[in-house]
């Protein structure tokens, strides 16, 4: 029996050190050993009220999962944890738990939260490990149809549910690749693709067909899908249309925008040119400016790809930043630095290329809409340092193109699409979830939009 002082000691995640990863593009987190997995479980309460299911916006019954755990039924866990979410190896990799399920966790309140996500991906890899998931208890074909446009964590989620309830769905994806953000936004070292395409094949598993390189709004249009058969079309097509700051100089040669920057090399492979056709230009001292999990995500993956020095600059203090504190405590091991409380305010270039970047220092005044402190200039303040490659990661717009293509469709001043609590938009027929109703937000998130609209859709379709 483990001691009261025992019980609320979490079980450390292995990690590859850091003078080791930042030389390899492996994943950083090495998972749970099945002791390791059996020993977190077991600290936990099992709650008569447990506030963690709430806590997760796919509603995992988490309690049952983790007391599998504890006994060492880790079938019996994974199918648990699939009863509500088709994504586990992803969500578990990269959800947000800290500020979720474990959030809520009642150990939390002496700092020492039950590891839920790290169990999560335990089972998860398990089951990946023994064959991957099967598929059971697919419903009686209904003969209706469903297009799904974008194939993200909001797409994935909402065509696995309707399979599953028996309905004929087809995701239709712009790139030539399946996973959206998963795929072209989350580096190897967070996410490798062998998972992510393990989770994509279950879905295809399901019943799901995936069709590559169409682009809704030019390859077809919405009104076409209609007159293809579908009954119903639901739009999750994200936020992928990178923002700016709208400096002098960011013209320049060396610039990039943090969904160019990571799309080389996460979707097309640039960190292996030569292998791979995609080459990309790497500085000796790059700047990335933002402080969220791109902003991480850049920055991390420029040191792997050999930069002598990296650094944040970010407006705020580090206390506002909206990355993971797990990414930001993996960027600072890895030897990323970070210049807080600094604004750019120009870029400043030789021969085309980028070269220098004055800055202005902040200070934070009154929160702002957002609820954080808003930072305010310091007048007669700028400096300037040098870097020869700058990374913008300030966050991205939807793309217009669905919009601009679909007759009366509602959209506000962001041109993100309007929809009720059940994502249904203003046309019948049409649902939309995820960054593209909501802005920029987490992978989790996008997952229970695409649930409760697939429960919508579901019973739209069922009185048709």
Partial sequence: MKSSIERFKRTPMPKQPPEVRIHNFNEVALGFTPEQAMNEAKRCLQCPEPKCIGGCPVEINIPLFIKQIAEGDFDAAIKTIRETNNLPAITGRVCPQEVQCEGVCVLAKRN????????????ADYELSKGGPKVDNIAKKTGKKVAVVGSGPAGLTVAGDLAKLGHEVT???????????????????RLPKS???????????????????????????????????????????GAGSPKFLNIPGEELNGVYSANEFLTRCNLMKAYKFGEYDTPIKVGENVTVVGAGNTAMDSARTALRLGAASVTIVYRRTEAEMPARAEEVENAKEEGVKFQLLTNPVKLIGENGW???????????????????????????????????????????????????????????????????????????????????????????????????????????????
């Fill in 195 to 237: 998972i992510l395409n393990a989770e994509v094949n279950y879905v295809k598993k399901l019943g799901v067909e995936i069709k590559l390189d169409v682009v809704i709004g030019r390859t077809l249009t919405i009104e076409e899908l209609f007159k293809m058969g579908f009954n119903a079309v639901f739009i999750g097509t």
């Fill in 354 to 464: 980028v070269k220098r970047m004055e800055c202005i220092k902040m200070q934070l005044g009154e929160a702002d809409e957002s609820g954080r402190r808003k930072p305010v200039p310091i007048p007669n303040s700028n400096f300037y340092f040098d870097t020869d490659q700058v990374i913008i990661a300030i966050g991205r717009y939807p793309n217009p193109i669905i919009a601009q293509t679909t007759k009366g469709l509602k959209v506000n001043k962001e041109g993100l699409i309007v929809t009720d609590e059940y994502g249904r938009t203003n046309i019948k027929g049409i649902w939309a979830g995820g960054d593209i109703v909501t802005g920029e937000a987490t992978v989790i998130s996008a997952m229970g939009a695409g649930k409760k609209a697939a429960k919508d859709i579901h019973e739209y379709l069922m009185k048709l």
């Fill in 171 to 189: 995701i239709f994806e712009a790139l030539h690749a399946p996973g959206g953000v998963l795929a072209y936004g989350i580096p190897e070292f």
């Fill in 112 to 123: 020492a939260p039950i590891a839920i996500g790290a169990l999560e991906r335990f089972a």
